[in-house]
Nanobody, 119 residues
């Protein structure tokens, strides 16, 4: 079992930046990749970014590509999401996730952290 705890959400003006972090604990040796999803009110959960455990491979959703950067410190079991040039449409609850298998659904989720971007 993997436990995930997010931090770093908050309120920011459009054009600003925020950095989210997620610390993994428990059976971290089972993790092959980690990612971030987000869910805005009334919308489906959306994939934001994924990174392999080694950090060698990344994937970004089209809505954030070029503005967000995902990184991992596997010595500290921590994944981060640097969010730049934030837009009001980035407002959502952001969830950290962990994958035991690549190209499969996440097997663990964090509790979520709110990001609000004001116009």
């Amino acid at each position: 079992q993997v436990q995930l705890v997010e931090s770093g959400g908050g309120l920011v003006q459009a054009g600003g930046s925020l950095r989210l972090s997620c610390a993994a604990s428990g059976s971290t040796s089972s993790i092959n990749a980690m990612g971030w999803f987000r869910q805005a009110p009334g919308k489906e959960r959306e994939l934001v970014a994924v990174i392999g455990w080694s950090g060698a491979s990344t994937y970004y959703g089209a809505a954030v590509k070029g503005r967000f950067t995902i990184s991992i410190d596997n010595t500290k079991n921590t994944v981060s999401l640097q969010m730049n040039t934030l837009k009001p449409e980035d407002t959502a609850v952001y969830y950290c996730s962990a994958y035991e298998e690549v190209n499969a659904s996440p097997t663990s989720w964090g509790q979520g952290t709110q990001v609000t971007v004001s116009s």
